[in-house]
Structure formats: structure tokens, C-alpha cells
């Protein structure tokens, strides 16, 4: 799912995007049962094609 490993700081930088890509998850999980699901999902798409956008300039 994320970008290939090049190097140490690169699988370090991997992991940190893992964790924190699951307690994305368990956010979202908790935001689908409160029913607040729509409006949430919105924003959450624009973050993610923000932090896409850095990644991608980043490298």
C-alpha cells in the first residue's frame, strides 16, 4: 500500500506511516458508529490527498 523501501529512514518512515494509518482506522471505526460518517469522510478524503500530495513532493 505505501512506497517502497529505499533506506533505513525510509522503513522507519514506513512504520511511523503504518501505526499511524491504524489509529486512523480505529478513528474512523469510532466516527462510523456515532453516525457522523459523511461530513467526516469528506475531510478525511482531503487530508489524505493533502499528506499523498507532501509524500509525493517530499521525495
Known amino acids: 500500500m505505501c512506497c517502497s523501501v529505499t533506506s533505513e529512514g525510509g522503513r522507519e518512515r514506513e512504520s511511523l506511516w503504518w501505526n499511524e494509518s491504524d489509529r486512523r482506522e480505529r478513528w474512523r471505526e469510532r466516527e462510523r458508529v456515532s453516525g457522523g460518517m459523511s461530513q467526516?469522510?469528506?475531510r478525511w478524503r482531503e487530508m489524505e490527498r493533502e499528506r499523498e500530495r507532501e509524500?509525493?513532493?517530499g521525495e
Open 40 to 42: 467526516i469522510e469528506g
Open 55 to 57: 509524500r509525493v513532493s
